[in-house]
């Protein structure tokens, strides 16, 4: 919980703050955007949220893997607990949800459910809940967890054993604390998990990294890629990358010809835009990564 008496001093005065435990993941500044901003590696409420604003800032508090997000009023959260999974789309179903609850041990990554006939897949995994088990129960359950890399991971092991589910990761992501996981892989070209899922190994970030396509249209990009979602632009953490910074340039090519208009990402705000548009946003992306190299 937050304590009012660490509430950072970046703050605006009012109901909502931010506290001094903030790992800067940047989590709530998406999920509630407008309401919060980041400052010296930290966020803070840069305005009280107002009307409906007030429920998404109550969705980073339940989303914030650190409890760093307190309210001086008291307001009730379960309509905020309940929200997940939220649909990512307000507007069409496209049975992909968030699934918040995020991780301190995934540095407040976010995590998935594709929610289909085929089988019902968790993309990485939340911190763990058992309130959020229970609706994804009612959703169907989850016949598979893909990881989509060793770091966002958080509870994998709790929500594979209450939700009977078997984890994909790629063997070069093998660590102590994915030991468990039942079905490890070794693939260097996509490969169809089935007719609507295609893993896609992408080392650089990890020499394990894989994102997952789905239907042609979802690419869930593990820390792959990110999404700038005020200039509609995709990029990549050169400063987070953990194996090879080259190989992540030339992972990112070979996504050149995969259709996709959603990205979902580890970090960060997903993005949508039409299949051309996010081809273009891949080639500024790659113009970018080789500057940066
Ligand atoms: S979600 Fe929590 S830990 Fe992450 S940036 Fe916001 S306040 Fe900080």
Redesign the pocket.
């Known amino acids: 919980m937050a304590s009012k008496h660490k509430r950072l001093p970046t703050n605006v005065p009012g109901d909502f703050f931010?506290d001094s435990?903030?790992?800067?993941?940047?989590?709530?500044?998406w999920?509630a955007l407008g309401t919060?901003d980041?400052k010296n590696e930290?966020?803070y409420v840069r305005e009280q949220p107002q009307g409906e604003q007030i429920a998404a800032a109550l969705r980073?508090v339940v989303?914030?893997?650190?409890g760093?997000?307190g309210t001086l009023e008291k307001h009730d959260l379960q309509p905020a607990i309940e929200s997940f999974p939220m649909p990512i789309d307000a507007r069409e179903d496209t049975g992909v949800y968030h699934l918040g609850f995020?991780s301190r041990d995934s540095f407040?990554a976010a995590s998935y459910l594709i929610v289909r006939e085929g089988g019902n897949v968790m993309v990485d995994s939340p911190r763990f809940n058992k309130g959020l088990v229970e609706r994804i129960q009612q959703l169907g359950g989850v016949t598979t967890m893909f990881l989509t890399h060793r770091d966002d991971v958080a509870d994998h092991d709790r929500y594979a054993a209450a939700l009977g589910a078997t984890r994909i990761l790629h063997k070069r992501d093998l660590r102590p604390h994915t030991r468990s996981v039942e079905q490890l892989i070794e693939i260097t070209e996509p490969t169809a998990l089935d007719s609507e899922l295609l893993m896609i190994p992408v080392p650089g970030h990890t020499q394990g990294s894989m994102c997952l396509l789905y239907k042609g249209r979802f690419l869930f990009a593990g820390d792959h890629l990110a999404w700038d979602v005020f200039r509609k632009r995709l990029f990549s953490f050169k400063n987070a990358c953990w194996y090879d910074w080259d190989q992540q340039i030339t992972s990112t090519e070979a996504l050149r010809g995969h259709r996709f208009e959603w990205v979902l990402p580890g970090h960060g705000p997903r993005g949508q835009a039409s299949a051309e548009a996010m081809q273009q946003a891949l080639e500024g992306c790659i113009a970018w990564m080789r500057k940066a190299a």
């Open positions: 931010v435990g903030c790992i800067d993941c940047g989590t709530c500044r999920v919060f980041g930290q966020s980073a989303a914030c893997p650190t760093s997000i995020h407040g």
